[in-house]
């Protein structure tokens, strides 16, 4: 046989499915095709042809193969020169099964769909995940047609066979606080699962949770029960790293959860594996501390505080001031707001109270705004990024007495009626004595 060009062998090669840095051996190929196909008579021409001809049916005969991956089972096959679709068959333990290439999925045995878009003359790659079974035997076939074809061409060899299996259970994750209503949980997969599912178990009652994605970057816990055959949400793993971080919002915050994994593998999922507990009321910060009061005044008073550490966490806190009249309602708790230098109502969780960092405002703060002569109680509450503590033990001080005090008078009504006769007493004028003879006035206090 003469020689080929380079070009033709590159060619050949490729037919062949050889690597490039291979070297064919011409004569490997023409004894092969004369021992499969006999002597071909003639020219070179027909020598040629002969071995193309082998080439073409060696890789219309060559069965595609089967390994698991770490997102399902990976089928590898190589369709010859013009082709345009290929149908994949998966025979599971003497079922047939079509796996469509639109749905991309396998479907019901018997039943058929669309066939897959086939390149030719390269390694075509299709991942079958789900609908198989831990412990199935599974082998594969591929049958081909041309783009102008009406039907496919036979069906060719079996594949390798390989046996489905269940993943390994997941480890526990590392679960942290995030936010006052939100936890962080880092994870890794087991090998060969691209795959994890998420359960929030609440400890006391048994109330099961699913996690659902939100708008925003994160997930929710939904009531549900968790079956392999739905209810999981999966989450996708870094296929690099093999490991992820999630952030889910909690239904309640004083209550402890337990936080699981399972794994899916392509072929099943794995049991939920070990747990990590959590209770975000565990990380806000410890009850502080009465405070202190000193240099009280008519209005004002030095209130000095030191800020609790958190109980869990290594995480410093800040702390709001309160303020009540003695004998006054809760509701009537006043809160001293650093923003605007005041008291201010209303709940310091939702009004966006100014509270007091220990580094940038110091541990003792001048309250302006108190009533004079008023009996107050002073607490303190500490705050985190995850949440308030309860109050500290109250202190009570009296504010000074003012320059004015009217004695004598009851109500509110009675005290201005006092004044405004007062007011007429001294300011009248109506006398018609001389200045000289007109008694001395006395000096209104002011």
Known sequence: MAALTTAEEDALRQALGAMDNYRTSQIAIRRAAEKTLGVAEGSLDAKRSLVKDFCQAEMVRAPPS??????????????????????LHLHVDGDKLFYDGDKMKLLAPGELGNALSAIPLRTNEVVVSGGLKAGQTITA????????????????????????????EPGAPLVEPYTADCISVSFAAPPRCAKVAVRVLDTASGADYRIEETPYDGYECMLGCHRA????????????????????????????????????????WSGF?????????????????????????????????????????????QVVLAF???????A?????????????????????????????????????????????????????????SGPSTPNTFTTLPG?????????????????????VDVDADDSDE?????????????
Request: net charge positive; glycine share 10%; aromatic share 6%.
């Open 66 to 87: 089967l390994a698991f991956g770490d997102k399902g089972l990976m089928v590898q096959f190589t369709p010859p020169s013009g082709v345009s679709h290929a149908a």
């Open 141 to 168: 076939t591929v049958c081909y047609r041309g783009p102008a074809a009406f039907a496919f061409g036979p069906e060719g060899a079996h594949s390798n066979s390989v046996l489905a299996y269940a993943p390994l």
């Open 229 to 268: 055959t739905g209810g999981l949400r999966a989450i996708n793993v870094n296929e690099r790293t093999g490991q992820d971080k999630v952030k889910i919002k909690l239904p309640a915050r004083n209550v402890e959860y337990a936080i699981s994994l399972a794994a899916f593998n392509g072929v099943a």
């Open 273 to 317: 594996g070990a747990e990590s507990t959590i209770n975000l009321a565990d990380h806000v910060p410890l009850i502080p501390c009465a405070p202190l009061i000193d240099t009280i005044g008519e209005d004002s008073a030095i209130v000095r505080f030191s800020p609790p550490p958190s109980k869990l966490s290594a995480h410093g806190s």
């Open 324 to 330: 009540r009249e003695d004998g006054a309602p809760t």
């Open 332 to 388: 009537a708790t006043r809160y001293y707001c650093s923003n605007r230098d005041e008291l201010v109502g209303g709940d310091p969780t939702r009004n966006a109270c100014g509270l007091l960092n220990p580094k940038k405002h110091g541990r003792a703060i001048r309250v302006r705004g108190l009533a004079a002569a008023t009996v107050y109680e002073v607490t303190v509450i500490g705050v985190n990024q995850y949440g308030w």
């Open 403 to 423: 320059e004015v005090e009217v004695t004598g008078v009851q109500t509110q009504d009675e005290r201005d009626a006092e004044a405004k006769k007062c007011a």
């Open 434 to 446: 001389p200045e000289a003879k007109r008694p001395a006035r006395k000096k209104r206090r002011q």
